[in-house]
């Protein structure tokens, strides 16, 4: 009776040892497509940074505005961008959803957040450079000001799907 109880034991311990051989694969091929399925990183690459200024032009002012905006706005970007300050710069007009909404929005592209680190220095001697004096640039913008309303500024930031 001994052998057979041996030999019983045996073949139990080798049977479990299989299925536990089994299931363990199993587990781990499964752990190997889990890992698989779960996104490594970001879903997207970082690009540039617009910098976007909502206006709202006052009521028959608009092309008073685009036309301020193709004089001092232009030349100021053009600059900003000989400078490498910016990249590139564009306006979009469109009709104002509401009473609260912009009707032109004008935006800056940059190459990363960095570019924005002492940009006010940089940017203010550009201005003053292009209006003469100090009191001309507060003269020019008490002279928008009469034109349109400025309803906000955002920063934002490009994604490049993967």
Known sequence: MRPL??????????????ERARIDAGQKKNEEAAADDTPKGLP?????????????????????????LSGLYRKIAEEMKKEGLIISY???????????????MTMLEYKNMAALDGLDDKVQAIVTKALGTEEKVKEANVKRN??????????VREVILK
Do not use: C, Q
């Open 5 to 18: 109880h041996t030999l019983l034991v045996l073949a139990i311990s080798l049977s479990l040892a299989t």
């Open 44 to 68: 997207y690459t970082e690009g540039t940074v617009w910098a976007l200024t909502f206006v709202r032009t006052k009521p028959g002012m608009t092309n008073d505005y685009i036309r301020n």
């Open 90 to 104: 564009k306006i979009l007009m469109g009709s104002a959803a509401n009473k609260d909404d912009w009707d032109i």
């Open 146 to 155: 009469e034109i349109r309303d400025i309803l906000g500024e955002k920063i």
